[in-house]
């Protein structure tokens, strides 16, 4: 096998998992080219913003970025899942209560997840690939979610090495991991998070292959060679093993191992079908996470929101249940939390604000949705996260 072929099939499996399994790789012609494309730089931004919706805030981060860094965060083929992830909302009406005499004092968004109190119910989903978008990476982004005071979950493709990630964030925080061929390779890293204060591993389980926006593909899928080496892997950060040996076939024995090396919780991100759901808990998952990758991994799947209560009710009340995609409002918040999830976790948004306003544009993300979510629920009549349950969303049809 020539050189380039060999640099050809790193690079796709990069984009494997990098940003929620963007990719990375390049044709053979590119991969040979001693030149790399002028992509532009990342932003420094480091500011609080007033944020009046999410999508003038990524007007405002297409602004900063290069269309190539941009594009990195688009969604797989022609994007049908992503639209769908916030469209499937308007399926789910909220159904408010009257006269119910609570007082704006009275709204109290704490919640707990598995075990860790949180003083609202959204969290920060991994992402990798981070430094496409800001010069910190991912110690922007999980300084700003450690500000905001809630859960940050580190990537596995992260920038940054883990321990600076821990180091930037005095909140709680998990560790998403990308299973690697060698299992000494992921006990290490179970390990090593735990070490360094991680209260759980997140097993990703529908990043087995790189997707595509096909504004990424148009451009070229350019991609900064000093970024190209995950931080928890490259050795000028003290990381060791292969990250390119990517482990494809993920099976339920994998959540015993990975609880086994790291006597962590184990949290089992991906799943949309509730046997799924119902085999992941047989095999000691801690929580379930409804995910289809923001519509970056296969595009055509169903919206994240449309199988939520289908896997809440398979979860049958046994593991929390996190739903991401989509989320881009309070009120978003309010209806996946009647449909039954614990929480929801919030990716593109936090890049957003990361890219105009680096660690404080990410406090401000969550300080808008935390606001919004505070007066959907006084709006709504019920004073508590967990008084939020189905009555509150009227399906329609």
């Known amino acids: 096998m020539s050189a380039s072929r060999r640099a050809l099939f790193k690079l796709a499996a990069v984009g494997a998992a990098a940003f ?185 389980a529908d990043a087995l292959g790189p997707g595509a926006s096909d504004d990424y593909i148009r451009l070229g899928r350019p991609f900064p060679p000093a970024l190209r080496v995950p931080g928890n892997h490259d050795p000028a950060q003290g990381g060791r093993g292969n990250f390119f040996d990517l482990k494809r076939d993920l099976s339920y024995g994998d959540i015993d191992f990975l609880h086994e090396a790291s006597g962590l919780p184990v949290v089992v991100k991906g799943l949309l079908s509730a046997e799924d759901v119902t085999r992941a808990l047989e095999h000691g998952a801690a929580a379930i996470w409804v995910s289809n990758h923001g519509g970056r991994q296969m595009d055509g799947v169903p919206a994240s929101v449309s199988v939520l209560r289908a896997a809440v009710d398979a979860a049958a009340g046994r593991a929390p249940v996190i739903l991401d995609g989509g989320v881009r409002h309070g009120i978003d918040a309010f209806k996946a939390l009647a449909l039954g999830a614990t929480c929801v976790a919030i990716g593109r948004p936090v890049a957003w604000g990361m890219a105009v306003g680096g660690a404080q544009g990410v406090k401000s993300v969550y300080a808008y949705l935390v606001a919004q979510l505070r007066s959907t629920m006084l709006l709504s009549g019920t004073p508590t996260i967990s008084a939020i349950n189905r009555q509150f969303v009227a399906t329609k049809g």
Not at 93 to 116: C, H, N, V, W
Not at 137 to 159: E, M, R
């Open 20 to 204: 929620a399994a963007a990719p990375l790789q390049l044709t053979p012609a590119q991969a040979a080219s001693p030149s790399e494309p002028d992509i532009g730089v990342p932003s420094n931004a480091d500011k609080p913003l007033s944020i009046v919706n999410l999508d003038d805030l990524e007007a405002e981060a297409k602004a900063v970025l290069s269309p190539a860094r941009f594009a990195f965060l688009g969604p797989s083929g022609d994007g049908w899942t992503y639209r769908e992830n916030r469209r499937a909302f308007n399926d789910y009406p909220i159904m408010p209560r009257r006269l119910q005499g609570i007082s704006g004092e009275a709204i109290d968004l704490k919640t707990r997840l598995l075990g860790t109190e949180l003083p609202f119910p959204i969290i920060t989903a991994p992402m990798g690939g981070q430094g496409m978008i800001h010069v910190e990476a991912d110690v922007a982004a999980a300084g700003g979610t450690g500000a905001a005071g809630t859960l940050y979950v580190s990537s596995g493709a992260a920038t940054k090495k883990m321990e600076d990630v821990a180091a930037a964030t005095p909140g709680p925080k998990w560790f998403q991991i990308y299973m690697n061929k060698d299992p000494e390779i992921n006990r290490w890293l179970c390990q090593r998070a735990k070490a360094n204060g991680y209260t759980a591993i997140v097993l990703t």
